[in-house]
């Protein structure tokens, strides 16, 4: 079957750090990634979504970037954090070329102090 | 930008009620998603009505869609204390989801 592993769970970081969250697949080839970001109370913002090893489509200007060194392995990055980039950060991954669901993990609650 | 809106935003029910969540949407559809949200977690699927669909049953889940109204609604039969979490609902843009603001549903014992 297939899981998502996402870490870590909870970080804490001062403003001016560097980021660095992973997410990996398992069980699936070749499958759509995707990072999403939550706001206290509210609904999901698609960040980035990647089809293929490489390819990253970013969805709203920010300071984060992603990237996707592996198959099953996608990084949310950033040079140099804001206080604006806290928030609860989500990994995901669906089906490549289809409209079925999409699969969670559990998520990042980051903290810029 | 976010398709769909819920509503209510919160909902607070006794168990054994039934609970009713709405969603609207902008655009024409492909599928409509919803998804439940423990405090916390990551979002889990529920279920997938597909725009030629007016109607979806899973278990104590029943979904409806009106896309002449551009709505759907997700209803919750027999509450119980466990379904206390948030549930979006989700517009399936060409393998990108475009999720709503959610609704608070609270069950108490």
């Known amino acids: 079957s297939q899981t998502i592993h996402q870490w870590p769970a909870t970080l804490v970081q001062p403003v001016g750090s560097p980021l660095s969250l992973e997410c990996t697949v398992e069980?699936?080839?070749?499958?759509?990634l995707y990072w999403y970001r939550q706001a206290a109370g509210r609904g999901l913002q698609l960040l980035f979504y990647?089809?293929?090893?490489?390819?990253i489509s970013s969805e709203v200007p920010q300071n984060l970037s992603a990237s996707r060194p592996q198959d099953r392995q996608f990084i949310l990055s950033s040079k140099k954090l804001l206080l604006s980039d806290s928030g609860f950060y989500l990994c995901a991954w669906g089906q490549a070329r289809s409209n079925q669901p999409q699969h969670f993990g559990d998520g990042t609650r980051l903290s810029i102090l | 930008s976010q398709q769909g809106e819920e509503d209510p935003q919160a909902l607070s029910i006794q168990e054994g009620e039934n609970a009713t969540m709405n969603c609207s949407y902008k655009t024409s559809i492909n599928n409509l998603q919803w998804y439940r949200q423990n405090s916390g977690r990551g979002l889990v699927h529920l279920i997938l009505i597909r725009s030629n669909e007016r109607e979806k049953h899973s278990g104590r889940l029943r979904v409806t869609l009106d896309t002449s109204k551009k709505s759907s609604s997700l209803l919750i039969t027999a509450s119980r204390a466990a379904d206390t979490a948030s549930y979006f609902c989700a517009d399936n843009q060409g393998g990108k989801l475009i999720f709503g603001q959610g609704t608070e549903l609270s069950v108490k014992p």
């Open positions: 069980g699936t080839s070749n499958p759509n």
């Open positions: 990647s089809v293929g090893i490489g390819q």
